[in-house]
Each structure stands twice: as structure tokens, then as C-alpha cells.
């Protein structure tokens, strides 16, 4: 158990910290494309050098992404390799296709960019940097089909000895609607991390009257894809809850504390969770308010909880694989950390309802004018550009932290995915990854400090310090 405590602990710690770059790349790419096309449709040379100031800073996020990317498929060899045997065949076809298809695009259009300035025409140039924006959500729906398959298999036959899962159906893959969701709902959180990037750099520049005029436009910008993609990813939020209520109902039930039946079923705002005795001690909750959220309806709407899912999963395996089923796989318990999956998808909508507030005043005081004036708003702007990396953290940690036991829900527990390794194996791994790691965070915050310090001017209308 000490073993598996690691290795789960080393796969969040770096998942965690690579993330933080990827919903940046998404956003910011479609953001500093838009920039450009302005730049082409209008000639104005202030939509170049926003292109170029804000380029800069994509880029850098770009290459610390890639660094602490690759990482990641090698933990399945190292850590997990049962589940890599089990899985491999369905796993490593997307993994292989962002790879060589998305990736290669991307990277391969990226320095297109870099390089063409000048030298390309204004309209080819402006195609290389939608290729690369595409290419980056292209790469994410890739990664979000494998991860997809994780939570709710699809497309795919057990091996006729049950020791692997093999693709039937790669159509199946692509269309999975847990895929679908996930995408949506990380490219929208991508634009919002995007807006709130831009705004909080701009807030502090405006802070510091450093080129007013440039950072004004700059925010207005944010701002207007910050409410935009704001409403999109709420929207998508609540449809992926609806669909994750049927088809993975002990998560849902576990991120709302519910542990018993209930029709209608309350929709606890904050509560003290009980795990060892499986209840509530207390609890501030809306009558109705799941059943609304689930079915439209404050007064009907059935939705399962904890025990009872648990009981109907424990006579399930009992029958497929026998009273000894928890020597196959590992557990008897298929509730999840009820406490961290409950208060992580808390923090992540509590943040998301912050953000619509902030971005709502941003819309209105550059409507208005007044948003140099707001000194108090433009103090907390700046250090709210986190509050999306905090809010897509959390909800991949409920994601994830709600998926347990299984690596790959319903048929193979995180138990049986693990390598066999000695305690010792992990141990250094895990702190070399923590030392290096941390040596990156330095790096990468240096390097966004000192290229966002610059006022555009320095930037250069010189293109080629892109």
C-alpha cells in the first residue's frame, strides 16, 4: 500500500504541475491568433505588437508543456505497468496518433510562425499560427480520448484469457460521449485560463501606467473572451455532471457527500463528511436541489447514493468473480476519498462563480471606461490570472479522485495496475522528479516574469524577437 501511496502520488504531482501549462496553451494560442487576424485585416500596428507581446509569453508556456509533458507516458512503463499490459492496445493508438499527427503539426507550424515573420505573406503567415492553435486543441481532444477510455470504456473486447482489453470499435473511441464532454469542457476552461492571463498581466501593467492605451486594449480583449468562454464552460459543466450522474454515478455521489437514496435528493452546499461511519454530521443543503440540477425538478428525481452503489457493486463482483473477489482486485471498497472528491468540486465551482463575478466587472468597466479608475479591481485581478490553474486542478483531482479504485472503471482497479517495483525505486523517483520539477517552476516563472516586464515597445516591431 505504500508503493501504490507513491506511485499515485508521483502520477498527481506531475500531472498536476503539467497541466498548470496546457489549458494556457489552448486558450492563449486562439486568443494571440485572433490577435493576428486583426493585425492582417486592419494593418494596425498595435494588434501586431499585441501578437507579438502575448506570442511571447505563449511560446514560453509552450516549451515548459513540453518538457513536463513527455514525462508523463513514461510513467506508464515505470509505475504502471499493469495497466499498460492491460490497456496498451487501446491506449497507445490515440496516445500515438497526438503524437505523430497533433504534436508534429503543431510544433512543426509553430516554428513557421517563429520564423516566417517578414519573410511569409501577412495571410500565409496568419494560417501557420491558426494551423498551431488548432493543432493544440487537436492534441488535447487526442489525450482527452485515451483518458476518456479510462472512465468510461468503450469500443473495445476482453482477450479471450481476460488478460488485456483490445480495440473492436475505434469509432466508438472518438465518439465516446465522455470524450466529447471532457473536450468541450477543457477548451472552454483553456479560454477562460487565456482571459484570465491576459487581464491579470494587463491589471498589473495598467497598475504601473506602463503603455495604458496597449494593456487597455489588451484587457478588453480578455475580458470579452473571459465572459464568453465563462458561459460555455458552465454550460458544458452542468451537461458533463448530468452524463457522469448515469454513467459513473458512485463519483457524482461521492463529489455530493449523498450517502443514501434519495428522491427527491438535497444538494448539499458545504457539509461535514463522516467517512469511517459513511454519513453526514451536518450539512448546509438546498431541499430538492440534486434532483433539480439532475432532472429539472425540485420535487422528483431519484438519485442514487453511496451505500447503496456500493452494495450493488459488491454483489455484482461477488457474482462474477466469487466471495474472494477482493484477492482479484485488490479491494471490497468502491467509494472514493468522499472528503476530497466532495470539497474538490466545491473549490472548483466556488472559483468558477468568482471568476463570472471578476469577469462581469470587467466587462462593465471597460464598457464604461473606467477601468483605469478601479485600482482596487485591477489589485485583484492581477493575482486572480491563478484562480483558473487552481479551479482546472481541482476538478481534474475530483475527476480522477473520483474514479477510485479503478484505473479503468469497471474493469481493473489501480491495485492491479501497478508495476512491481521495490519501495526504494519510487522513493527516488519521486524526489528526483519533485527537485527537477521545482528547478523548472523556478525557470518558468523567471522567464514569464521577466518577457511579461517588457513593455510592448521593447518587444520590438522587429518580428523577429518573436
Known amino acids: 500500500m505504500e508503493g501504490l501511496f507513491l506511485a499515485r502520488l508521483q502520477f498527481a504531482a506531475t500531472s498536476v504541475y503539467h497541466f498548470f501549462f496546457v489549458p494556457l496553451t489552448l486558450g492563449l494560442g486562439i486568443l494571440v491568433a485572433i490577435m493576428q487576424t486583426r493585425y492582417v485585416q486592419t494593418d494596425d500596428e498595435k494588434y501586431k505588437k499585441m501578437t507579438l507581446f502575448w506570442g511571447k509569453l505563449y511560446l514560453i508556456n509552450f516549451a515548459m508543456g513540453v518538457v513536463t509533458g513527455i514525462v508523463q507516458e513514461f510513467h506508464f512503463g515505470m509505475n504502471w505497468a499493469?495497466?499498460?499490459?492491460?490497456?496498451?492496445d487501446i491506449f497507445g493508438a490515440p496516445l500515438a496518433i497526438e503524437a505523430l499527427l497533433a504534436f508534429f503539426l503543431e510544433s512543426t507550424f509553430l516554428g513557421v510562425w517563429i520564423f516566417g515573420w517578414n519573410r511569409l505573406s501577412k495571410k500565409v503567415h496568419l494560417a501557420s499560427i491558426w494551423l498551431v492553435a488548432f493543432a493544440s486543441n487537436l492534441s488535447a481532444f487526442w489525450i482527452l480520448v485515451a483518458n476518456s477510455f479510462m472512465q468510461a470504456p468503450v469500443g473495445f473486447e476482453m482477450a479471450a484469457d481476460g488478460s488485456r482489453a483490445l480495440m473492436n470499435n475505434f469509432p466508438a473511441l472518438l465518439t465516446n460521449p465522455h470524450a466529447l464532454f471532457q473536450f468541450f469542457h477543457v477548451i472552454t476552461a483553456g479560454l477562460v485560463t487565456a482571459a484570465f492571463f491576459i487581464m491579470g498581466i494587463s491589471a498589473y501593467h495598467l497598475i504601473k501606467k506602463n503603455n495604458p492605451d496597449f494593456f487597455k486594449k489588451s484587457f478588453k480583449y480578455g475580458a470579452v473572451a473571459g465572459i464568453i468562454a465563462g458561459i460555455l464552460v458552465s454550460v458544458i459543466g452542468h451537461l458533463q455532471g448530468q452524463y457522469l450522474t448515469h454513467s459513473q454515478p458512485m463519483k457524482m455521489a461521492a463529489a455530493e457527500a449523498l450517502w443514501d437514496t434519495a428522491d427527491p435528493a438535497s444538494l448539499a452546499i458545504v457539509a461535514g463528511i463522516d467517512e469511517a461511519n459513511k454519513t453526514n454530521t451536518w450539512e448546509i443543503a438546498i431541499p430538492?436541489?440534486?434532483?433539480?440540477?439532475?432532472?429539472?425538478?425540485?420535487?422528483?428525481?431519484e438519485v442514487q447514493g453511496i451505500n447503496q452503489l456500493q452494495a450493488q457493486y459488491d454483489a455484482e463482483f461477488r457474482e462474477k468473480f466469487g466471495d474472494d473477489y477482493k484477492e482479484v482486485l485488490g479491494t471490497d471498497s468502491f467509494i472514493p476519498p468522499v472528503g476530497l472528491t466532495f470539497w474538490s468540486f466545491r473549490i472548483m465551482f466556488g472559483l468558477a462563480i468568482v471568476m463570472a463575478l471578476l469577469g462581469l466587472l470587467a466587462v462593465i468597466f471597460t464598457a464604461k471606461g473606467t477601468l483605469e479608475k478601479q485600482t482596487w479591481y485591477l489589485k485583484i485581478m492581477f493575482p486572480a490570472l491563478f484562480l483558473p490553474y487552481?479551479?482546472?486542478?481541482?476538478?481534474?483531482?475530483?475527476?480522477?479522485?473520483?474514479?477510485?479504485?479503478?484505473?479503468?472503471?469497471?474493469?481493473q482497479t489501480v491495485q492491479q495496475g501497478l508495476s512491481d517495483l521495490p519501495l526504494s525505486f519510487l522513493v527516488?523517483?519521486?524526489?528526483g522528479f519533485v527537485v527537477i520539477y521545482t528547478a523548472l517552476a523556478?525557470?518558468?516563472?523567471?522567464?514569464?516574469?521577466?518577457?511579461?516586464?517588457?513593455?510592448?515597445?521593447e518587444s520590438g516591431a522587429d518580428s523577429q524577437e518573436a
Open 82 to 88: 499493469g495497466y499498460s499490459a492491460f490497456v496498451g
Open 288 to 301: 430538492g436541489g440534486l434532483s433539480f440540477m439532475n432532472f429539472y425538478s425540485f420535487t422528483s428525481g
Open 390 to 411: 487552481i479551479a482546472s486542478s481541482f476538478g481534474w483531482i475530483m475527476a480522477e479522485v473520483g474514479r477510485q479504485p479503478w484505473v479503468v472503471y469497471g474493469l
Open 428 to 431: 527516488i523517483s519521486f524526489t
Open 442 to 457: 523556478i525557470v518558468d516563472v523567471y522567464l514569464l516574469m521577466k518577457a511579461s516586464g517588457k513593455f510592448p515597445a
